[in-house]
C-alpha cells in the first residue's frame, strides 16, 4: 500500500514571508498591543465581508461570548444551536448563563435545519446561532425570519465560512452578528483570534466595551481630566494584540487564493470519489458558494464491509491525516453532566457515526490530494 513519507494534516496554516516580515515590523514598533493594527485589521475584515463594523476579539470563542453577552443572553434564556458544531459554539451561551438547547441538522448540508429551530422556539428563547459547518453557509433567511417572528437575535458562528457566499453575497453581513475564528486550521490566522463583524453601532459599542474589561471611554472626561474613565459593567479582557492584527492584515491580503485552491481539491475530491460505492460526498445548495474548510465524507456502513473506525484508523497508517468533527456537543461528559440526553437530535447522531474528515488545506499539492483519494481508494476496497 501507497504509504506517504510524511503525515499530511486535516488543516493547517500558510505563512510565507510577507506573513514574517509585516509580524516582525510590528515586533520593533512602539505597539504591541492596542497599537493601530488592530483597528487597521478591523477596518480591512469590515472591508472584506461588507459590513460596517468589525470588533476584534483574542479568540473566537471571546468573540462568541461577547455576541452572547452583547444579545443579552443571561440566566433563564434558551439559546438554539448545532449540535455539529465546536464546543465553544454553545459554551459561550454557557458563559453567560443561558441554556443552550440543541436543534437537529439537515441531512444533507450538515448544517443546522430551521425547521427543527421552529420545533424548539420557547417563550425563553433569545437567539440562535447556526453555524456554518464546514464552510457551507446556512439558509440565514429561514433562520432571520424565526428570528424578525419572535424579536430575537441571530449570532452565525461563521469559524469556518470566512470568504464563502450566501445568495452571492460574503458571509458576514446578514445576520445581526458573525462571528469569525482565525485559529490557524481556519481560512486566515492570526495565530489565535477572532472578530464579531455586525451593521449595528450598538451592538459593535457594547462588543468593544465587553472585550476591554467593561471599560467606557467617553463619559465625563472633559470634566474630570484625560486620565478618566469609567467601569460600568463587568467585562473581561478579550483584545486582540498588534501582533496578531498585523500578521492577519497580511493574511487577508492572500484569502481569495486560499479559498480558489480549497475550492479546487473539493471538486477533485468529489470527481475522484463520486463513483465509489459507499461513500457519500457532501451536497452543496445552489445558492451557497462554501470556502471549504472541511471536506467531510460519510462511509455508508450498509454498503461498506469495514467500519469508520477501521477506514480512519487505515487511513492514519498511510499518514493520511483524516479526522472527525464533531462529537455532538451534548455527548460531551459536562453537557451529560448538566442534564442533557443522549438521543435528542438522531439526524446528527446517525451521521456522527458515518462521518469522516478528509485533509484539505491550501498548501495541499496535487499530489497530496492524489495520495488521500488512492489511499482511501484501496481501504475501502
Ligand atoms: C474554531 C471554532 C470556534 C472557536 O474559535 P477559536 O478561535 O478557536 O476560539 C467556534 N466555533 C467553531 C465552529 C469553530 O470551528
Known amino acids: 500500500m501507497i504509504k506517504r513519507d510524511s503525515f499530511l494534516s486535516y488543516g493547517r496554516q500558510w505563512i510565507d514571508e510577507d506573513?514574517?516580515?509585516?509580524?516582525?515590523?510590528?515586533?520593533?514598533?512602539?505597539?504591541?498591543?492596542?497599537?493601530?493594527?488592530v483597528a487597521e485589521f478591523e477596518n480591512?475584515?469590515?472591508?472584506?465581508?461588507?459590513?460596517?463594523?468589525?470588533?476584534?476579539?483574542?479568540?473566537g470563542t471571546a468573540a462568541l461570548h461577547g455576541a452572547c453577552y452583547t444579545a443579552g443572553?443571561?440566566?433563564?434564556?434558551?439559546?438554539?444551536?448545532?449540535?455539529?458544531?465546536?464546543?465553544?459554539?454553545?459554551?459561550?451561551?454557557?458563559?453567560?448563563?443561558?441554556?443552550?438547547?440543541?436543534?437537529?441538522?439537515?441531512?444533507?448540508?450538515?448544517?443546522?435545519?430551521?425547521?427543527e429551530v421552529r420545533k424548539r422556539i420557547t417563550?425563553?428563547?433569545?437567539?440562535?446561532?447556526?453555524?456554518?459547518?464546514?464552510g457551507q453557509p446556512v439558509d440565514l433567511d429561514a433562520f432571520l425570519e424565526i428570528a424578525e417572528?419572535?424579536?430575537?437575535?441571530?449570532?452565525?458562528?461563521?469559524?469556518?465560512?470566512?470568504?464563502a457566499t450566501y445568495k452571492g453575497r460574503k458571509v458576514g453581513t446578514q445576520a445581526h452578528m458573525t462571528m469569525f475564528s482565525f485559529h490557524p486550521v481556519k481560512p486566515i490566522t492570526t495565530g489565535e483570534g477572532g472578530v464579531i463583524t455586525t451593521n449595528s453601532i450598538h451592538f459593535a459599542e457594547k462588543l468593544r466595551q465587553f472585550r476591554s474589561h467593561g471599560i467606557s471611554k467617553?463619559?465625563?472626561?472633559?470634566?474630570?481630566?484625560?486620565?478618566?474613565?469609567?467601569?460600568?459593567?463587568?467585562?473581561?479582557?478579550?483584545?486582540?494584540?498588534?501582533?496578531?492584527?498585523?500578521?492577519?492584515?497580511s493574511q487577508l491580503q492572500k484569502i481569495d487564493g486560499f479559498i480558489k485552491r480549497r475550492r479546487e481539491i473539493a471538486s477533485i475530491y468529489t470527481r475522484t470519489l463520486k463513483n465509489i460505492q459507499g461513500i457519500i460526498l457532501p451536497e452543496q445548495l445552489?445558492?451557497?458558494?462554501?470556502?471549504?474548510?472541511?471536506?467531510?465524507?460519510?462511509?455508508?456502513?450498509?454498503?461498506?464491509?469495514?467500519?469508520?473506525?477501521?477506514?480512519?484508523?487505515?487511513?492514519?497508517?498511510?499518514?493520511?491525516?483524516?479526522?472527525?468533527?464533531?462529537?455532538p456537543v451534548y455527548w460531551h461528559p459536562y453537557y451529560q453532566k448538566l442534564g442533557y440526553k443522549k438521543g435528542i437530535c438522531p439526524i446528527a447522531e446517525n451521521w456522527y457515526k458515518q462521518t469522516m474528515t478528509l485533509p484539505i488545506h491550501p498548501s495541499m499539492s496535487d499530489g497530496d490530494v492524489n495520495d488521500v483519494v488512492e489511499a482511501l481508494k484501496v481501504v475501502v476496497r
Open 149 to 163: 417572528k419572535q424579536n430575537i437575535v441571530v449570532i452565525q458562528d461563521g469559524a469556518h465560512s470566512l470568504g
Open 218 to 249: 467617553t463619559p465625563y472626561s472633559v470634566e474630570q481630566g484625560d486620565w478618566y474613565y469609567e467601569m460600568t459593567d463587568l467585562g473581561y479582557n478579550y483584545r486582540m494584540n498588534d501582533i496578531q492584527a498585523a500578521l492577519g492584515l
Open 286 to 327: 445552489t445558492d451557497t458558494e462554501s470556502g471549504w474548510h472541511l471536506y467531510m465524507i460519510q462511509l455508508d456502513s450498509s454498503r461498506l464491509k469495514k467500519s469508520r473506525r477501521e477506514i480512519f484508523n487505515k487511513m492514519r497508517e498511510l499518514n493520511i491525516g483524516v479526522h472527525v468533527h464533531y462529537i
Open 73 to 115: 443572553i443571561s440566566a433563564g434564556d434558551e439559546v438554539i444551536t448545532s449540535p455539529i458544531t465546536f464546543a465553544a459554539t454553545s459554551n459561550a451561551v454557557l458563559y453567560c448563563g443561558g441554556t443552550p438547547v440543541f436543534a437537529d441538522i439537515d441531512k444533507k448540508t450538515y448544517n443546522l435545519n430551521s425547521k
Open 19 to 37: 506573513d514574517i516580515a509585516t509580524v516582525v515590523e510590528t515586533l520593533r514598533s512602539p505597539f504591541l498591543t492596542q497599537g493601530p493594527k
Open 44 to 59: 480591512a475584515i469590515a472591508n472584506y465581508v461588507g459590513a460596517k463594523y468589525a470588533v476584534a476579539f483574542s479568540n
Open 123 to 134: 417563550n425563553k428563547t433569545r437567539a440562535i446561532i447556526p453555524v456554518d459547518f464546514t
